[in-house]
Every structure is written in C-alpha cells, then in structure tokens.
C-alpha cells in the first residue's frame, strides 16, 4: 500500500468553487469504491459510492469519476460550501479470498474559504 | 436516523494498563469492524467479525489487542498492556450485507480517542 506520512494533502477554494480531490487506488481486482468524508473529531461518513462496471456517478452536488485504466478515481463537488471543509478519504473494497477488506486511500483536506 | 455507537468517546491511560472499547452497532447489522486510525492517515482495519465470527484479523497484533463480539450484537476491543504508540482514534463500523458483497457500504461511529501516556 501507500506510505502516508502526518502532513495531509490540503486543497484550499473559495465558497461557490468547485473542488475535484484525487485518489488513486493501489489494487486493479478492486471493484468497488467509496468516498468518505470526516470531519474533525468525528468518523467517516459515506459520501458516494461506485462500481467497477461504472465510469461515473452523481449525487447530490457530488460526482465520482473512476478511471480503470490509470487506477485512478476523483471526487467532484460542485459550488463547495464551508460545511464541506473536511478530510475526504478514497477507499477501496478489493477482494480477498472471497471477503471484503476495506483499503483506505490517504486523505485530502478540503478548505473553503467564505 | 440509526447510528453506530462507540464509548468512551476520550481515554487517557498510562503505558501498560489495560483499556477496553465498547461498540454497538447499527441495528441489524451482520458485519462489524474496528480500526485504528492514527493522526494524519486512512483508517485500518485491525478486525471484521461477521455476527460472532471473526472474518479477518491479521492487522491485530493479537500479542495485546483483543476483540470479541459474543452474542454477535455489540463489541468489545481489548489492549493490555497498553504502549504509547497505540495513541490513536479507534473508530468501530458496522454494515448490513455480509462481508462478502460487494457493496458492503459501512456505517461508522464516531470513535474513541486514546491517548497513552
């Protein structure tokens, strides 16, 4: 897996802004992939989720992207507000002799500025 | 709206005592899990149980760390002793699906906080 260090990624948009926060998974038997978003002194909440056989999907505001090829998934959120400041954290659901052990990515600190 | 609950919230203990991590999970939730997530990173997995069964727990140092979920509802994770670098949030999850679906979307608590001293 990834090696993480303490210093998270940080991104920084003014309110109204879209964001795009990046992850890129490790494992290509990967077939499901989820987003979550944790805010400071809490647990991570579900954002969005997709599967393999998909290249995106759309929630409310928010938007997944998967590229396979590249092993590489984006998160979108249109016209980010101050309660989207949080960490947000890629995870990856690969398969392991017929479990599902959850791989989470480093997180992104998102910043918006009012 | 149901939620997984976790206590404490906050545990300050001194190197090798032991503490203990209550969790209980979302109602109806076949499958629950416990990670440790250190300052800065992802969380991890340290141990998945499915009812009362333990699906997975080779990230648990099992020479201190010890879980169990016995009559397959809520949980119980176990350090002793403790040492200071086991500070970090310990944060419990639970899911409905069995661990072997696919989309096995996870519900999380909001942890507990353990500092070592």
């Known amino acids: 897996g990834e090696s993480v260090g303490l210093h998270l990624p940080t991104l920084s948009v003014q309110e109204g802004d879209n964001s795009i926060i990046n992850c890129a998974y490790s494992n290509s038997a990967s077939d499901y992939f989820i987003w979550y978003k944790q805010e400071s002194g809490k647990g991570p909440q579900f954002i969005i989720d997709i599967r393999s056989n998909m290249d995106k999907r759309q929630g409310q505001r928010v938007t997944v992207l998967l590229n396979k090829t590249v092993k590489h998934l984006s998160l979108q959120i249109a016209a980010t507000q101050p309660g989207d400041s949080a960490v947000y954290f890629c995870a990856e659901n690969p398969s392991a002799g017929g479990s599902y052990i959850p791989t989470f990515g480093r997180g992104t600190s998102l910043i918006v500025h009012p | 709206e149901a939620e997984v609950a976790q206590s404490p919230r906050y545990k300050i203990t001194e190197k090798s005592q032991a503490v203990a991590f209550w969790c209980d999970p979302i109602?109806?939730?076949?499958?629950l899990y416990w990670y440790r997530q250190i300052l800065g990173q992802g969380p991890e997995l340290l141990v998945q149980f499915q009812d009362e069964s333990v699906v997975d727990d080779s990230q648990l140092p099992k020479d201190r760390f010890s879980a169990e979920r016995l009559k397959g509802v809520d949980s119980t994770l176990k350090i002793q002793p403790a040492e200071l670098g086991d500070s970090a949030m310990y944060l419990c999850a639970s899911s409905w699906t069995s661990g072997s679906m696919v989309t096995d979307t996870q519900y999380f608590g909001p942890g507990t906080r353990l500092t070592v001293l």
């Open positions: 109602s109806g939730h076949a499958t």
